[in-house]
Protein backbone atom coordinates (compact mmCIF):
# COMPACT_ATOMS: atom_id res chain seq x y z
CA UNK A 1 0.00 0.00 0.00
CA UNK A 2 0.67 3.53 -0.38
CA UNK A 3 2.61 3.90 2.80
CA UNK A 4 1.04 6.24 5.50
CA UNK A 5 -1.80 8.40 4.42
CA UNK A 6 -1.03 11.75 4.06
CA UNK A 7 -2.41 14.11 6.82
CA UNK A 8 -2.52 18.65 6.86
CA UNK A 9 0.50 20.33 7.26
CA UNK A 10 2.17 23.50 5.67
CA UNK A 11 3.19 21.37 2.81
CA UNK A 12 1.41 18.81 0.50
CA UNK A 13 2.68 15.56 1.72
CA UNK A 14 1.90 13.38 -1.23
CA UNK A 15 2.73 13.66 -5.42
CA UNK A 16 1.16 10.85 -7.37
CA UNK A 17 1.23 10.24 -10.90
CA UNK A 18 0.50 7.06 -13.09
CA UNK A 19 1.53 5.27 -15.42
CA UNK A 20 0.38 2.31 -17.49
CA UNK A 21 -3.34 2.16 -17.49
CA UNK A 22 -3.06 1.17 -21.34
CA UNK A 23 -3.16 -2.40 -21.49
CA UNK A 24 0.05 -1.54 -24.20
CA UNK A 25 2.98 -2.47 -22.46
CA UNK A 26 4.95 1.08 -24.36
CA UNK A 27 7.87 2.39 -22.36
CA UNK A 28 7.31 5.73 -20.94
CA UNK A 29 7.75 9.31 -23.61
CA UNK A 30 10.77 11.29 -22.48
CA UNK A 31 8.43 13.78 -22.02
CA UNK A 32 6.54 12.15 -19.23
CA UNK A 33 9.93 10.90 -17.51
CA UNK A 34 10.72 14.47 -17.51
CA UNK A 35 7.72 15.20 -16.23
CA UNK A 36 7.92 12.66 -13.23
CA UNK A 37 11.26 13.75 -12.05
CA UNK A 38 10.17 17.36 -12.18
CA UNK A 39 7.99 16.32 -9.90
CA UNK A 40 9.96 14.10 -7.85
CA UNK A 41 12.45 16.65 -6.97
CA UNK A 42 9.52 19.26 -6.12
CA UNK A 43 8.54 16.77 -3.84
CA UNK A 44 12.01 15.53 -2.46
CA UNK A 45 12.57 19.69 -1.94
CA UNK A 46 9.57 20.15 0.39
CA UNK A 47 10.04 17.08 2.22
CA UNK A 48 7.44 15.05 0.95
CA UNK A 49 6.78 11.78 -1.08
CA UNK A 50 6.02 11.00 -4.69
CA UNK A 51 4.42 8.00 -6.35
CA UNK A 52 4.02 7.28 -9.59
CA UNK A 53 1.32 4.72 -9.66
CA UNK A 54 0.98 1.53 -11.63
CA UNK A 55 -1.89 0.12 -13.42
CA UNK A 56 -2.13 -2.86 -10.45
CA UNK A 57 -2.17 -0.59 -7.76
CA UNK A 58 -4.25 1.93 -9.27
CA UNK A 59 -6.51 -1.66 -9.75
CA UNK A 60 -6.07 -2.57 -6.18
CA UNK A 61 -7.21 1.15 -4.82
CA UNK A 62 -10.40 1.07 -6.69
CA UNK A 63 -11.58 -2.80 -6.20
CA UNK A 64 -10.41 -2.54 -2.49
CA UNK A 65 -11.47 0.67 -1.39
CA UNK A 66 -14.04 2.19 -3.82
CA UNK A 67 -16.02 -1.27 -4.32
CA UNK A 68 -19.53 0.64 -5.79
CA UNK A 69 -16.81 2.22 -8.65
CA UNK A 70 -15.44 -0.69 -9.81
CA UNK A 71 -17.92 -1.99 -12.22
CA UNK A 72 -17.86 1.03 -13.92
CA UNK A 73 -13.90 1.53 -13.29
CA UNK A 74 -13.59 -2.00 -15.26
CA UNK A 75 -15.72 -1.15 -18.01
CA UNK A 76 -15.25 2.24 -19.50
CA UNK A 77 -14.86 2.47 -23.21
CA UNK A 78 -11.32 4.87 -22.95
CA UNK A 79 -8.63 3.72 -21.03
CA UNK A 80 -7.82 7.56 -19.91
CA UNK A 81 -10.78 7.28 -18.26
CA UNK A 82 -9.34 4.88 -15.53
CA UNK A 83 -6.90 7.45 -14.94
CA UNK A 84 -9.54 10.00 -14.30
CA UNK A 85 -11.32 7.80 -11.83
CA UNK A 86 -8.01 6.84 -10.55
CA UNK A 87 -6.69 10.10 -9.92
CA UNK A 88 -10.14 10.92 -7.59
CA UNK A 89 -9.68 7.59 -5.80
CA UNK A 90 -6.09 8.56 -4.88
CA UNK A 91 -6.85 11.86 -3.63
CA UNK A 92 -9.80 10.60 -1.78
CA UNK A 93 -7.66 7.52 0.07
CA UNK A 94 -4.53 9.62 0.57
CA UNK A 95 -5.11 13.28 -0.14
CA UNK A 96 -2.00 15.08 -1.97
CA UNK A 97 -1.46 16.40 -4.94
CA UNK A 98 -2.10 14.53 -8.65
CA UNK A 99 -0.59 15.50 -11.89
CA UNK A 100 -0.48 14.08 -15.23
CA UNK A 101 2.24 13.33 -17.04
CA UNK A 102 2.58 15.47 -19.23
CA UNK A 103 2.45 18.62 -16.97
CA UNK A 104 5.81 20.23 -15.54
CA UNK A 105 6.19 21.84 -12.17
CA UNK A 106 5.78 25.49 -12.49
CA UNK A 107 6.63 25.81 -8.73
CA UNK A 108 8.85 24.63 -5.61
CA UNK A 109 6.28 24.30 -3.31
CA UNK A 110 2.26 23.24 -2.98
CA UNK A 111 0.20 24.19 -0.19
CA UNK A 112 -2.53 21.81 0.97
CA UNK A 113 -6.11 22.25 0.09
CA UNK A 114 -9.64 20.58 0.83
CA UNK A 115 -9.62 20.88 -3.00
CA UNK A 116 -7.87 22.70 -5.72
CA UNK A 117 -8.02 22.66 -9.82
CA UNK A 118 -5.87 24.10 -12.19
CA UNK A 119 -7.22 26.77 -14.03
CA UNK A 120 -6.11 26.86 -17.71
CA UNK A 121 -5.41 30.33 -19.83
CA UNK A 122 -8.87 31.02 -21.63
CA UNK A 123 -6.71 31.93 -25.03
CA UNK A 124 -4.87 28.37 -25.54
CA UNK A 125 -7.84 26.43 -24.36
CA UNK A 126 -11.18 27.61 -24.88
CA UNK A 127 -13.19 30.06 -27.40
CA UNK A 128 -14.39 33.92 -25.91
CA UNK A 129 -17.56 32.50 -25.14
CA UNK A 130 -16.14 29.74 -22.40
CA UNK A 131 -17.63 29.63 -19.19
CA UNK A 132 -15.66 29.32 -16.45
CA UNK A 133 -16.28 25.58 -16.01
CA UNK A 134 -14.57 24.95 -19.07
CA UNK A 135 -11.60 26.91 -17.77
CA UNK A 136 -11.08 24.33 -15.46
CA UNK A 137 -9.34 21.23 -15.65
CA UNK A 138 -8.32 18.10 -13.69
CA UNK A 139 -4.14 17.93 -14.91
CA UNK A 140 -3.48 18.78 -11.39
CA UNK A 141 -5.56 18.85 -8.52
CA UNK A 142 -4.68 19.07 -4.75
CA UNK A 143 -6.91 17.46 -2.62
CA UNK A 144 -7.69 16.76 1.09
CA UNK A 145 -7.61 12.96 1.99
CA UNK A 146 -11.40 11.80 2.68
CA UNK A 147 -12.76 14.97 0.98
CA UNK A 148 -16.34 13.62 0.87
CA UNK A 149 -16.34 16.05 -2.78
CA UNK A 150 -14.14 13.20 -4.24
CA UNK A 151 -17.10 10.62 -3.48
CA UNK A 152 -19.53 13.14 -4.73
CA UNK A 153 -17.21 13.53 -7.80
CA UNK A 154 -16.93 9.57 -8.36
CA UNK A 155 -20.91 9.14 -8.49
CA UNK A 156 -20.84 11.88 -11.22
CA UNK A 157 -18.69 10.35 -13.41
CA UNK A 158 -20.80 7.48 -13.27
CA UNK A 159 -23.91 8.84 -14.05
CA UNK A 160 -22.20 10.84 -16.35
CA UNK A 161 -20.81 7.86 -18.39
CA UNK A 162 -24.22 6.30 -18.27
CA UNK A 163 -25.38 9.01 -20.09
CA UNK A 164 -22.93 8.69 -22.93
CA UNK A 165 -23.97 7.05 -26.02
CA UNK A 166 -20.80 4.30 -26.49
CA UNK A 167 -22.84 1.86 -28.11
CA UNK A 168 -22.09 4.40 -31.08
CA UNK A 169 -18.53 3.64 -32.31
CA UNK A 170 -18.38 7.18 -33.40
CA UNK A 171 -18.59 9.14 -29.93
CA UNK A 172 -16.32 10.91 -28.29
CA UNK A 173 -15.36 10.77 -24.38
Known amino acids: EHATRSTTGNNVKWFNQIYGLYPDDTPMPQFSE ?3 EGWRAVAKGMG ?4 LWTADEVDTLVRDHYPQC ?7 RYPIMRCDIGRVAILH ?7 D ?3 YPNRED ?3 SRLSVCRCPAKKTCPPHCSLVELLEMEVLIAQRDNPLLIKWLAHMEKEIATKPYKNPKSFY
Not at 48 to 51: D, E, F, G, L, R
Not at 70 to 76: F, K, L, T
Not at 93 to 99: A, R, T, V
Open 70 to 76: WHMYQNV
Open 101 to 103: LDV
Open 48 to 51: AQYH
Open 34 to 36: ESM
Open 110 to 112: FAP
Open 93 to 99: HYGGLYS
